[in-house]
Each structure stands twice: as structure tokens, then as C-alpha cells.
Nanobody, 123 residues
Framework: QVHLAESGGGSVQSGGSLTLSCTPR????????VAWFRQAPGKEREWVGY????????RDSDSVKGRFTFSQDNADNRVDLQMNDLKPEDAGMYYC????????????????WGQGTRVTVSS
């Protein structure tokens, strides 16, 4: 069964760190783009960034640039999102998402969504 296995959410204090992981499972053809989106309570879902697996280059949004880092583990087919210097405004549900296109920045690019993992940041 095709799904995205997410892990790593939790609660931290402002300035703390968390690592989220996403592993696509059950795909006969591995998605070439793995993204993270997030949604804070009462707000629209927003793009955080993505890893383009063919060139191995991450792209991320201005709101997280310099604090969040994408990496991939090809042996485990996993994409990690290392989040440092977390702020209260980073809190919300984080969703892994995949696409078979070069870019997965827009929701309409997305073929599969994960269930989401919650990140809580206390001030």
C-alpha cells in the first residue's frame, strides 16, 4: 500500500530543535520530489520546502531559510527535515508530500500526502 511514513514531531521550547522524517513506502516508482508543508491553527497550509531527489538539492521557503535543513538518505529512501531555532510561529501540523514532477512547491503538484505530524513550540 502506498503511503508516506512520517515521524519526528513533538514539543520543544522556543529555540529548540526537532527532526522530521518522511519515508515513501509501497511505491513501484519512487517519487522524485519530497516536500514538507505545514498548517498552523486557523491558517492556510503553506509550503516549507522540498528535496528534489534527482539533483539532491533542497529548496525552502524564506520563512525557514537558515534554520531548516533538508537532507536525504538514499539507502533508507528517507528525506529528513532538521528544524533548528524553532519559533512559536513554526508550530502546527507538518505534512510530508510527494510528487513525480521536478517541483513540489505547489499543492497542485502533489500526488500523495502524509497523515501529518504535530510540532508544538512553547515560548
Amino acid at each position: 500500500q502506498v503511503h508516506l511514513a512520517e515521524s519526528g514531531g513533538g514539543s520543544v521550547q522556543s529555540g529548540g530543535s526537532l527532526t522530521l522524517s518522511c519515508t515513501p513506502r509501497g511505491f513501484t516508482e519512487s517519487p522524485i520530489c519530497v516536500a514538507w508543508f505545514r498548517q498552523a491553527p486557523g491558517k492556510e497550509r503553506e509550503w516549507v520546502g522540498y528535496m528534489q531527489r534527482r539533483d539532491g538539492l533542497p529548496r525552502d521557503s524564506d520563512s525557514v531559510k537558515g534554520r531548516f535543513t533538508f537532507s536525504q538518505d538514499n539507502a533508507d529512501n528517507r528525506v529528513d527535515l532538521q528544524m533548528n531555532d524553532l519559533k512559536p510561529e513554526d508550530a502546527g501540523m507538518y505534512y510530508c508530500a510527494t510528487a513525480f514532477s521536478f517541483s513540489c512547491r505547489r499543492e497542485r503538484d502533489i500526488a500523495y500526502w502524509g497523515q501529518g505530524t504535530r510540532v508544538t513550540v512553547s515560548s
